[in-house]
DNA sequence: GATCCACAGGAAATTAAGGGTC
DNA sequence: GACCCTTAATTTCCTGTGGATC
């Protein structure tokens, strides 16, 4: 016990030390991704265009329909929200009745429904609706009798942020095709639509007749370069710090990271912050290109673990399916098959889960692809080995066993040898033959 | 050039769960 | 309590595909 004590964290010393070191922030919250600053720098092109078409309702007019593209991080939430705070100013300015903005993210809110009934909640917040059971043309009614008692002339902005993150194409053309015709319904208040999306191409995707009326006018925003970004850094580091503690090579390190990794600002402000945070944390006075380099590597190890532990108990089965194979093939790719085959084996070892189709796991590893835990690509071997995904393991080994070997579930079989590699003289390439096999 | 393998992946159907209405 | 609504996850069914082999 006394070694214990000698060793133990005296949190009274730290939180005297942590008094005694330099207070570096004057406004914390500059660096966050979701603060709007006053000035949007290397924006003004896309801030004037968007005036330009909203200023109408100034005159009490009913201005187009927007639609807004652009990579993550390239400013385009921030800076419709830029012009709704400006444009509600002028209107009180001059006394006229201000618009009303409803801001759905649809990341959060996926579906038709629930678009629907965020909509009408955020109008009518006295009477919310369920979050399943209306029936969708019930609520439609509702929406527009509760438009219509708004003040006479009004204009509702509706901003669907991260459109593309809509599920269901029949559900999204239908939302998008109903919001785009309300007016026909409306008398004394207009609707407007700002639908801003990360994918260049979603309008493909979307039905005609919906796309006609959606993307009435098309603002395109494009990426930062670490110039642009510099810029960006530089105006919320005047604003979030409380002197100059900043170096100039950290903030030129920064945005240069960001600039490369698609231009993403909100990827500069996190590394930037993670940064002040951890010199805030040790009492340095300084923010130097050291800690940028530490806060890059923190956040992306982080986002890693986080993301493993998170898995359900189906993907990381699937997870581990591709690292035993990984593991015990010294490295070489495997099929669809022979990670499914795995990932059956496992499964018949656990209790209380039921073992997915082929067809599931073909989209469960395309979403370890995406987060970057593996990586696959199509292949074909032939007439004798078909066509299938080669699937190779994209995380360190290491980061695997680190985030699996605690848990309850797979934490046992780290090192279970698959079927088909401890039986090397079959040779198979089908996952449902090697289910049967097993 | 035709054949065939082992899937890929789109679309519709199914299932389970959670909720409202009458 | 019967019936209707939604969502989300998954299954089922189906057509398409690259390329080695015949």
Redesign the pocket.
Known sequence: LKSIGNSSFNIDNYFDDYLKSPKLFVNRNALDIAYVPDELPHRDLQIKEIAEITACTLKNGAPSNIFIYGKCGTGKTAVVKHVSKKLTEKCRQIGIVTPKWVYINCKRI?????VLANLYNAIDPENPL???????DIILTRLVEKLEDLAANSICFIILDEIDSL?D???KDNVLYVLSRINENLQKCKVNLIGISNILNFKDDLDPRVCSSLCEEEIVFPAYNAVQLFDILSSRVAEAFIEDIVDEGALRLCSAIAAKENGDARRALTILRKAAEIVERKGMSRLTEEQIYIARDNLDRDKISLFIRDLPA?QKAILLSVYLNHKYKKGEVS????V?GTYCELLKKVYGL???????I?D?V?ELDLVGLTSSR????????????IISLKAQESQIKKNLQDDSRWGDFLDYKPFHIRRSDINI??????KSLV
């Open positions: 996926k579906t038709g429904y629930r369920p979050p399943t059971g209306t029936p969708v599920k194409k029949k559900s189906q099929s669809t098959g022979e499914y039921n073992t997915l189709t082929q067809r599931r073909t469960l395309k199509l292949k074909s071997f032939g007439k004798k080995g078909g066509r299938t995904r390439y089908s996952g449902q033959r090697y």
